[in-house]
Every structure is written in structure tokens, then in C-alpha cells.
Antibody, heavy 118, light 108 residues
Framework: QVQLQESGPGLVKPSETLSLTCTVS????????WSWIRQPPGKGLEWIGY???????DYNPSLKSRVTISVDTSKNQFSLKLTSVTAADTAVYYC????????????WGQGTLVTVSS | EIVLTQSPGTLSLSPGERATLSCRAS???????LVWYQQKPGQAPRLLIH???TRAVGLPDRFSGSGSGTDFTLTISRLEPEDFAVYYC?????????FGQGTKVEIK
């Protein structure tokens, strides 16, 4: 059974960098697209971006200047960095998997709340 | 960017009733690229329907999806207590992948 688990600081100061890692267990990171999605408290879902296991990426233009997603296939992990955060970046951050040949997110992490506050 | 508008924002129904949820796209989306998710409080979204009408493995057949072009519908034929949740549509037709704002199905 594939499982995804987000990890990282739950509190980040304004103007600093948010860093999260998603660890994939129960399956290989190869041949899939790996996404980050976020959800501000009480609001809807926003796609942040994805990385293919080979390293190609696509980002939401609304965040592109501040986002980097990377992958470490040896550790079965992928990561998110979001720079220059503000209170508007406070959200639950989810990692999720999209199969290569299909257009949907089939496995999701449980989500991790990141609060931006001094 | 393709904007997805879901309606209604909230649907108040009783168990056993039929729920009809709408997702309208600002431009045409191939049916292959339209997905529905269910989210319960404190949980991650769960895949329900992909390619507009294909049920995820194990999904009860009371859930069905339909539509094409710019208009898509999720129907729950007879609401069960566990179906009260928020439902999101998502499109992969063009980047950025976008979600609708959600429809909350609540107990009347």
C-alpha cells in the first residue's frame, strides 16, 4: 500500500523559506508525477506544482517565482521550497501522486499545517 | 488559466436524497482531464471520479460523473451518511491544474 508522509517545520517566520519533504513508502517514486497542493484554513485547494521522477517540473504561475520542487529518488522523497513567505502562505500542505498515464491524484499524504507567523 | 466554478456552494439534503453537483469550466476541458474528489474534515481529498465519468476503484455506484466541454456533473443517487462532505472538481487540461472552489453537501 503506497503511503505519503509530509514532514517539516510547522511554524515559519515571515520572509523566510518554507521547506517540506514528502516521503513515499510502499512503492517506487519512479514513473510517477509528484505534486504539492495546499489548502488555507477553511478554504479550497490550490495546486502548487509537480515534479516528474526524472526531474522535470511545472509550477503554478501564481507561485512560480518562489517555488522549487526537487526529487531524491535514492531516498524515495521529494521536497518543496517556498521562499519569502507571508501570512497568506499559511495552509495545510499536501503531497500527492499522479500516475504517468492517468490524469488524477490517487494517493495523498495526510497533510501538514504550516503557519507563517513571527 | 482555466477557472472552474462549482455550484451550488452548499447543498442541504437529507440521507436518501439525490445530490447533483455542477462544475463549469471557463474554457473547454477534455473529458479525459476532469476529476472529482471528496474531502471530509481533517482529511486529505479522496479520488472519486476521473476522466469525467470513470469511478475510482471501490467507489459505490451511487456516485456517477457526466459531462463534456465546459459543463460537468457529479451525481450521488441516494445520499448515505458518509457522503456528507465537500466535493471538488479539478482539471488537467492545461497548466496550471486548477480546482473548483468546492461544494459542501450538508445534512438538512
Amino acid at each position: 500500500q503506497v503511503q505519503l508522509q509530509e514532514s517539516g517545520p510547522g511554524l515559519v517566520k515571515p520572509s523566510e523559506t518554507l521547506s517540506l519533504t514528502c516521503t513515499v513508502s510502499g512503492g517506487s517514486i519512479s514513473s510517477y508525477y509528484w505534486s504539492w497542493i495546499r489548502q488555507p484554513p477553511g478554504k479550497g485547494l490550490e495546486w502548487i506544482g509537480y515534479i516528474y521522477y526524472s526531474g522535470s517540473t511545472d509550477y503554478n504561475p501564481s507561485l512560480k517565482s518562489r517555488v522549487t520542487i526537487s526529487v531524491d529518488t535514492s531516498k524515495n522523497q521529494f521536497s518543496l521550497k517556498l521562499t519569502s513567505v507571508t501570512a497568506a502562505d499559511t495552509a495545510v500542505y499536501y503531497c500527492a501522486r499522479r500516475p504517468r498515464k492517468w490524469y488524477y491524484l490517487d494517493y495523498w499524504g495526510q497533510g501538514t499545517l504550516v503557519t507563517v507567523s513571527s | 488559466e482555466i477557472v472552474l466554478t462549482q455550484s451550488p456552494g452548499t447543498l442541504s439534503l437529507s440521507p436518501g436524497e439525490r445530490a447533483t453537483l455542477s462544475c463549469r469550466a471557463s474554457q473547454s476541458v477534455s473529458s479525459n482531464y476532469l476529476v472529482w474528489y471528496q474531502q471530509k474534515p481533517g482529511q486529505a481529498p479522496r479520488l472519486l471520479i476521473h476522466a469525467a465519468s470513470t469511478r475510482a476503484v471501490g467507489l459505490p455506484d451511487r456516485f456517477s460523473g457526466s459531462g463534456s466541454g465546459t459543463d460537468f456533473t457529479l451525481t450521488i443517487s441516494r445520499l448515505e451518511p458518509e457522503d456528507f462532505a465537500v466535493y471538488y472538481c479539478q482539471q488537467y487540461g492545461s497548466s496550471p491544474w486548477t480546482f473548483g472552489q468546492g461544494t459542501k453537501v450538508e445534512i438538512k
